[in-house]
C-alpha cells in the first residue's frame, strides 16, 4: 500500500518538474526574473521531495508540503497579474523583471498566430537597445496563455500536496506500529542469553 502511494507521489512530482522545466525555458527567453527564480526553487523542492520519498525521510517530505503551499500562492499571483486584478498592470508594472527591464512574456510576441509589426520611427520614451513593435492577429492572448500555465501548476500543487500529506501520514503510523510491537527504538536490543551447562562445585581449601 505505502509502496503505491510512494509511487504515484513519484510519478505527481516528475509531472511537476517537467511542467516547471517547460515553463523555466519560456521564462528564460521572456527575461522573466522573477518567475525563473521561482521555477529554479521550486525544481530543487521536488528533488528533494523527491528524495524523502524514496527513502522515507518524512521531514523532506513535509518541507516539499510546505512549499507547495507557497508555490500555489505564487501562482495565484502569477494569474492576478495578468488578468491585472486590483492595482496590478502586466503592461506598465515590471515586477516580474525586477524592474530592470521592459521585457514581457515570451508568448506576447510568438504565441499562435500572433504577426509583429515593427514601429518606426519609435517613440521617444523607448530606451534605445528595445524595439517599439505592435503585435495583432492572436489566436489566444498571451496572458491567458501565462495564466494557463499557472493554472497547471496550481492543480499539480493541489495534488502533490494530498499525496505528501497521505505518505507522511502513512510512513508516521508505520514507525508508531514498530514502535508498538517492540522495535529496536523503544526498547534497547538484547542478544541471546548463553547458558553455561557446567555445574559449579564448592571448593573447599585446607589450611
Given at each position: 500500500?505505502?509502496?503505491?502511494?510512494?509511487?504515484?507521489?513519484?510519478?505527481?512530482?516528475?509531472?511537476?518538474?517537467?511542467?516547471?522545466?517547460?515553463?523555466?525555458?519560456?521564462?528564460?527567453?521572456?527575461?522573466?526574473?522573477?518567475?525563473?527564480?521561482?521555477?529554479?526553487?521550486?525544481?530543487?523542492?521536488?528533488?528533494?521531495?523527491?528524495?524523502?520519498?524514496?527513502?522515507?525521510?518524512?521531514?523532506?517530505?513535509?518541507?516539499?508540503?510546505?512549499?507547495?503551499?507557497?508555490?500555489?500562492?505564487?501562482?495565484?499571483?502569477?494569474?492576478?497579474?495578468?488578468?491585472?486584478?486590483g492595482d496590478l498592470s502586466k503592461e506598465?508594472?515590471?515586477?516580474?523583471?525586477?524592474?530592470?527591464?521592459?521585457?514581457?512574456?515570451?508568448?506576447?510576441?510568438?504565441?499562435?498566430?500572433?504577426?509583429?509589426?515593427?514601429?518606426?520611427?519609435?517613440?521617444?520614451?523607448?530606451?534605445?537597445?528595445?524595439?517599439?513593435?505592435?503585435?495583432?492577429?492572436?489566436?489566444?492572448?498571451?496572458?491567458?496563455?501565462?495564466?494557463?500555465h499557472s493554472s497547471l501548476?496550481?492543480?499539480?500543487?493541489?495534488?502533490?500536496?494530498?499525496?505528501?500529506?497521505?505518505?507522511?501520514?502513512?510512513?508516521?503510523?508505520?514507525?508508531?506500529?514498530?514502535?508498538?510491537?517492540?522495535?529496536?527504538?523503544?526498547?534497547?536490543?538484547?542478544?541471546?542469553?548463553?547458558?553455561?551447562?557446567?555445574?559449579?562445585?564448592?571448593?573447599?581449601?585446607?589450611?
Amino acid at each position: 500500500m505505502f509502496e503505491a502511494l510512494a509511487k504515484v507521489e513519484d510519478e505527481s512530482s516528475w509531472q511537476s518538474m517537467v511542467s516547471v522545466l517547460e515553463r523555466q525555458i519560456f521564462d528564460f527567453l521572456g527575461y522573466q526574473w522573477a518567475p525563473i527564480l521561482a521555477n529554479f526553487i521550486h525544481i530543487i523542492i521536488v528533488i528533494l521531495g523527491l528524495f524523502g520519498t524514496i527513502q522515507y525521510r518524512p521531514r523532506y517530505i513535509t518541507g516539499y508540503a510546505v512549499w507547495l503551499v507557497l508555490w500555489v500562492t505564487w501562482n495565484v499571483f502569477v494569474i492576478c497579474f495578468y488578468l491585472e486584478a486590483g492595482d496590478l498592470s502586466k503592461e506598465t508594472d515590471l515586477i516580474l523583471t525586477f524592474n530592470i527591464s521592459m521585457h514581457r512574456s515570451w508568448w506576447m510576441e510568438n504565441g499562435p498566430g500572433c504577426t509583429v509589426t515593427s514601429v518606426t520611427p519609435a517613440p521617444d520614451w523607448a530606451p534605445e537597445d528595445h524595439r517599439y513593435i505592435t503585435v495583432s492577429g492572436c489566436f489566444l492572448e498571451y496572458q491567458y496563455i501565462e495564466v494557463a500555465h499557472s493554472s497547471l501548476q496550481i492543480f499539480l500543487a493541489l495534488a502533490g500536496f494530498i499525496y505528501a500529506c497521505y505518505v507522511v501520514k502513512c510512513i508516521t503510523e508505520e514507525e508508531d506500529s514498530f514502535d508498538f510491537i517492540g522495535g529496536f527504538d523503544s526498547y534497547g536490543y538484547q542478544g541471546p542469553q548463553k547458558t553455561s551447562h557446567l555445574q559449579l562445585q564448592p571448593m573447599y581449601m585446607s589450611k
